[in-house]
């Protein structure tokens, strides 16, 4: 039982830092001192080197869209939350194996992880934000409505993230042909939604204007 209690800590350390990615148009080693865990840069800057200027915030783009990318993800998490408290607030790691609480502490990380806060300000915002589809239904033909996730294999090969993490894209037209872990645009308005699946649990939804296949060679706001 410890083993696989040490299995989720690592898989959930390793994922998470995948969750804010930068855009492509953004330095790699930039970071953000918005969420203290999701700032790369703090991690990249050397004894006695300032650390990386931060990207820019997300800005109002063509369409009246928030934009710049990946950036938008960081938004979607209220200012100094930090997963990894959860962790940590749990002493996992000084549980004996044979720990009877060990049970509890599991129950005790998922509803953590679960009831992960949104962030309410951008409620009712327009935005265009990438990310990778995953199908409520594998057996439709077309698609109507779908999980959008920050990085690949999310809710597939890997844990979900946190539900702040997940936005539920619902379509007025349905779209033929929208694989699992497409690359996408959407484009729409977001609003604070908990809307719990077998796959994952989104805490928030957005109504989508149109949804664009990604080109690696596409602006990112």
Known sequence: MRSFLVAVAVVVLLALPLVIQPAPSVPVGHGTDRNGFFAPGAVLAQDGEAAPEPPPKPVLGPGGYLENGWLIWEELMPAGWDPAAILDDLRINE?????????????????????????????????????????????????????????????????PPPPNQIILVRLKDPIEGLGVMEVV?????????????????????????????????????
């Open 95 to 159: 549980m004996a194996d044979d720990d009877p609480r060990v049970e509890e502490v599991i129950d005790e990380f998922l509803r953590r992880w679960n009831d992960s806060p949104t962030n309410p300000g951008v409620n009712s915002k327009r935005l265009k934000i990438p990310g990778f589809v995953v199908p409520l239904d594998f057996e439709k033909e077309k698609v109507d409505e779908f999980f959008l996730v920050p990085f690949f294999g999310a809710c597939i090969h890997v844990p």
């Open 185 to 221: 645009w959407v484009y729409g308005k977001i609003s604070v939604e908990k809307v719990s699946t077998d796959i994952g649990s989104s805490g928030y939804s957005l109504s989508a204007d149109k949804v664009e296949f990604y080109r690696l060679d596409d602006e990112t706001g």
